[in-house]
Each structure stands twice: as structure tokens, then as C-alpha cells.
């Protein structure tokens, strides 16, 4: 950042900043804290007797140099560093030692076709679907998949061409985000799409998965991994002969004898294989994912063939799905409910350390605006909560913060 940058964000002028590099006038700890929240640093950093250059953030802004000049973007994902920081102290004043030995990591080379990227992110979760012992069956809650892992979990608003992003650092630990605008569905997606950076890409510190990065090959092999992680191949056939829908156009069968081979030829019946778009409904139900995810996944695993594929996505694009799955019953989340899972469970670590005198009423309010509660919601939360009495005396702060 240049001097005049940072002297925007401070509301100083460039020779004030000038003057605080110079060493020629010292730095209030307002702006202290307002430098640590602007270079994504933690406070303590600013005072230790060695100063470590490798960060999450300024991994994150040397891999995405065009972000830094997005100041959305770069805002967005300062609070995620320090929103991932706070989770740490939290759980370190708590006594929460999150098991990231649990996490595998895959140690394979950067795919150098789309086919490669393709073949890795498929194998890959198949070989975690084998190693979590979670069978051919959905999964319930990707965030809570993740956190079973030691891998924390977060929503933030994000700009809507991010769809999350994934920090591995020391003062971090292993987290990951995703875009809190966005659908209940895309963001189970996109913690399976984070999830396949935790276990393959841990060595960028950081990553940001944007749309217009979407051809980049370790985001098709993050793709790839989320759809298969999501819709296992073998589950989804056994869904599919379920309703009728998953035999081939052919049956073949050669009866063999010590004598000689009779062959078996026959046509499967002219709708077996024809896919409706109800069949799609249930399957991306029964799954949890998008009807398009659906969609794309019969494609890929040639139960839907390209016609048929376009027609389905026509009557999706036209709103019949979402008719088609309510006709169906088929089960409907809160989606604005769960838009607030994370911010409940950041909230319960801190009333823990409140409750404990470990943080001030002071560092609670603070860690609430992180999550957009203000001072009355606090207020409100604490009376519920019969801890309206904790907190008011003292200074108990987390460290760094």
C-alpha cells in the first residue's frame, strides 16, 4: 500500500505516515489497532522482537495482485483474517484444541490439463468419501463435516463474485469461508469446493475462489471434487436404478459353458432411461445440492445425455424445478436461518469466555459487531442468557485483540 493509501484509511496526512516509518512520531493505539486491522495483522505482531513476513493475507493479495486494487474485495477478506484470528483466541482462552492432525492432506502434483484436474478432484474425493467411512450416503452439514476435521468455518459477506475462500496459517489455523449472500445450496457447494484447497493446496497459505477464475486448474479440480464429494458416483446410480432411471440403453449378458457361449442381447424399455425433471428434483433433494449441480453431475456420469441435458436446464431456467420440488413436498430449509449458523456459534464462544472472565463486556460487544450485533442485540442476548451481571468491571482482554 502506498503512504497516501494508508493514510486514507488512518485520516492522517501522508507525511504523518511518513513520519511514523521515519520513526520521528510515535503511533497512538487507535491507529496502532487501525494499522493491525488494515494489514490483517494481529496487534501483538506489531510488538514482537521478530517479525514474520509470511502472512495469510499477503498471501492472499500476491496471489490475487488485482484485489488489492478492489477495495471491497480487500476489506472483505481483512475481516475475514481477523474474524479467523478471533475464532483462534477464543478457543485458545477456552481451552478448544481443534485436531488439525485430522485433516488429510493429499500431496499430489498441479494438475496440467482440465482432464487431469478433473480425474485428481474425482479421485480425491473418493478417497476421502472412503477415508471418513461416509459411504455412498449425503452429507448431512458440510460446515460441521469440516469442523469434525479441525477445520473452522465461517460466513462473511463477500462480494458476489467470490464464493469463498480458504486461510492455513498459524494465527489462523485451518479456515475456511464462504459467501454468507449467497444460496443455502451454493454455499454447501462452495464448502466442498474449500474443502478440496484445505486437503490439496495447503501450501498457498491462502486461496480465493472467484468466478473469473473458474478455468484457473486447481479451481476445476476444487469443482470437480465438490461435485463428486457431494454426489458420489456410485450413490447417485443407486439412486437412479431406485426410480427406474439408471440401467443402460443396451443389456448384455454372455452365458458361458466349458462348451461354448450363448449371447444375450436385449433393449432396456424406450422410457428407462428417459430423466424428468421431478428425477432431478428428488436426486439434488435427496443430495443436497442445486438441481443444475444435479443436472451436471447425471451428465458427467453419462445418465443424461447432451439434448436431454439442455432441455432440463431450459425447464429449470424457466422456474419448473422449484414448482416440480414443492408439488413433490420435497424438504425446504430456512435459508435465512441458516445464513446465521455461524454467527450463533462465534457468539457462544465468547459468552463462554465472558461467563469464564475471560474477555470484558467491552471485548464482547467488539466481537459482536464482527458478526453484525450491535450493542442492544448484546444487551438483549445477555438478559436472555441470565449474564447480564458478567463483564461490567474490568479490563479482561483476549490477547491481541
Same mark, same amino acid.
Given at each position: 500500500?502506498?503512504?497516501?493509501?494508508?493514510?486514507?484509511?488512518?485520516?492522517?496526512?501522508?507525511?504523518?505516515?511518513?513520519?511514523?516509518?521515519?520513526?520521528?512520531?510515535?503511533?497512538?493505539?487507535?491507529? %496502532?489497532?487501525?494499522?493491525?486491522?488494515?494489514? $490483517?495483522?494481529?496487534?501483538?505482531?506489531?510488538?514482537?522482537?521478530?517479525?514474520?513476513?509470511?502472512?495469510?493475507?499477503?498471501?492472499?493479495?500476491?496471489?490475487?495482485?488485482?484485489?488489492?486494487?478492489?477495495? #471491497?474485495?480487500?476489506? /472483505?477478506?481483512?475481516?475475514?483474517?481477523?474474524?479467523?484470528?478471533?475464532?483462534?483466541?477464543?478457543?485458545?482462552?477456552?481451552?478448544?484444541?481443534?485436531?488439525?492432525?485430522?485433516?488429510?492432506?493429499?500431496?499430489?502434483?498441479?494438475?496440467?490439463?482440465?482432464? #487431469?484436474?478433473?480425474?485428481?478432484?474425482?479421485?480425491?474425493?473418493?478417497?476421502?468419501?472412503?477415508?471418513?467411512?461416509?459411504?455412498?450416503?449425503?452429507?448431512?452439514?458440510?460446515? +460441521?463435516?469440516?469442523?469434525?476435521?479441525?477445520?473452522?468455518?465461517?460466513?462473511?459477506?463477500?462480494?458476489?463474485?467470490?464464493?469463498?475462500?480458504?486461510?492455513?496459517?498459524?494465527?489462523?489455523?485451518?479456515?475456511?469461508?464462504?459467501?454468507?449472500?449467497?444460496?443455502?445450496?451454493?454455499?454447501?457447494?462452495?464448502?466442498?469446493?474449500?474443502?478440496?484447497?484445505?486437503?490439496?493446496?495447503?501450501?498457498?497459505?491462502?486461496?480465493?475462489?472467484?468466478?473469473? &477464475?473458474?478455468?484457473?486448474?486447481?479451481?476445476?479440480?476444487?469443482?470437480?471434487?465438490?461435485?463428486?464429494?457431494?454426489?458420489?458416483?456410485?450413490?447417485?446410480?443407486?439412486?437412479?436404478?431406485?426410480? $427406474?432411471?439408471?440401467?443402460?440403453?443396451?443389456?448384455?449378458?454372455?452365458?458361458? &459353458?466349458?462348451?461354448?457361449?450363448?449371447?444375450?442381447?436385449?433393449?432396456?424399455?424406450?422410457?428407462?432411461?428417459?430423466?424428468?425433471?421431478?428425477?432431478?428434483? +428428488?436426486?439434488?433433494?435427496?443430495? $443436497?445440492?442445486?438441481?443444475?449441480?444435479? %443436472?451436471?453431475?447425471?451428465?458427467?456420469?453419462?445418465?443424461?445425455?447432451?439434448?436431454?441435458?439442455?432441455?432440463?436446464?431450459?425447464?429449470?431456467?424457466?422456474?419448473?424445478?422449484? #414448482?416440480?420440488?414443492?408439488?413433490?413436498?420435497?424438504?425446504?430449509?430456512?435459508?435465512?436461518?441458516?445464513?446465521?449458523?455461524?454467527?450463533?456459534?462465534?457468539?457462544? %464462544? /465468547?459468552?463462554?469466555?465472558?461467563?469464564?472472565?475471560?474477555?470484558?463486556?467491552?471485548?464482547?460487544?467488539?466481537?459482536? $459487531?464482527?458478526?453484525?450485533?450491535?450493542?442492544?442485540?448484546?444487551?438483549?442476548?445477555?438478559?436472555?442468557?441470565? %449474564?447480564?451481571?458478567?463483564?461490567?468491571?474490568?479490563?479482561?482482554?483476549?490477547?491481541?485483540?
Amino acid at each position: 500500500m502506498t503512504q497516501e493509501a494508508v493514510a486514507g484509511r488512518l485520516g492522517v496526512s501522508r507525511s504523518t505516515v511518513a513520519q511514523f516509518e521515519l520513526g520521528n512520531r510515535a503511533v497512538t493505539s487507535l491507529e %496502532l489497532d487501525q494499522l493491525a486491522a488494515l494489514y $490483517g495483522r494481529d496487534i501483538r505482531e506489531f510488538l514482537a522482537e521478530e517479525f514474520r513476513e509470511d502472512d495469510a493475507l499477503v498471501a492472499l493479495f500476491r496471489a490475487h495482485p488485482d484485489v488489492v486494487e478492489q477495495e #471491497q474485495v480487500a476489506d /472483505a477478506l481483512r475481516a475475514c483474517v481477523a474474524l479467523g484470528r478471533q475464532v483462534s483466541h477464543l478457543e485458545r482462552l477456552l481451552g478448544i484444541d481443534p485436531d488439525r492432525g485430522a485433516v488429510a492432506v493429499y500431496p499430489l502434483p498441479a494438475p496440467r490439463s482440465r482432464w #487431469q484436474a478433473v480425474q485428481q478432484g474425482e479421485h480425491v474425493a473418493d478417497q476421502e468419501r472412503m477415508r471418513l467411512r461416509l459411504g455412498m450416503a449425503p452429507i448431512a452439514n458440510m460446515a +460441521e463435516a469440516l469442523e469434525a476435521q479441525g477445520v473452522r468455518t465461517a460466513l462473511v459477506d463477500l462480494p458476489d463474485d467470490v464464493s469463498g475462500l480458504t486461510l492455513s496459517h498459524p494465527t489462523v489455523g485451518l479456515f475456511v469461508v464462504a459467501n454468507r449472500s449467497h444460496h443455502f445450496l451454493r454455499r454447501r457447494f462452495s464448502y466442498a469446493h474449500e474443502y478440496a484447497h484445505v486437503l490439496l493446496d495447503r501450501d498457498r497459505l491462502g486461496t480465493i475462489s472467484r468466478t473469473v &477464475d473458474r478455468d484457473d486448474l486447481i479451481e476445476v479440480r476444487a469443482n470437480a471434487f465438490a461435485a463428486s464429494l457431494l454426489l458420489p458416483e456410485e450413490g447417485v446410480r443407486r439412486f437412479m436404478t431406485a426410480i $427406474g432411471k439408471g440401467g443402460p440403453n443396451r443389456l448384455q449378458a454372455d452365458v458361458f &459353458d466349458e462348451s461354448g457361449v450363448v449371447e444375450v442381447r436385449a433393449r432396456a424399455a424406450p422410457d428407462r432411461r428417459n430423466v424428468q425433471l421431478y428425477d432431478v428434483a +428428488e436426486l439434488a433433494g435427496h443430495f $443436497g445440492v442445486s438441481r443444475l449441480a444435479a %443436472l451436471y453431475r447425471l451428465r458427467n456420469l453419462r445418465l443424461l445425455g447432451d439434448v436431454e441435458l439442455e432441455e432440463l436446464k431450459h425447464q429449470e431456467e424457466m422456474g419448473r424445478g422449484r #414448482q416440480v420440488a414443492a408439488l413433490l413436498a420435497l424438504p425446504e430449509i430456512d435459508h435465512e436461518a441458516t445464513r446465521n449458523e455461524f454467527s450463533h456459534r462465534f457468539l457462544s %464462544l /465468547a459468552l463462554e469466555a465472558l461467563r469464564r472472565d475471560q474477555i470484558s463486556r467491552a471485548k464482547l460487544i467488539e466481537l459482536a $459487531g464482527m458478526v453484525d450485533l450491535g450493542p442492544e442485540g448484546v444487551a438483549q442476548l445477555l438478559r436472555e442468557t441470565g %449474564l447480564e451481571d458478567l463483564g461490567e468491571e474490568g479490563e479482561i482482554l483476549i490477547p491481541g485483540g
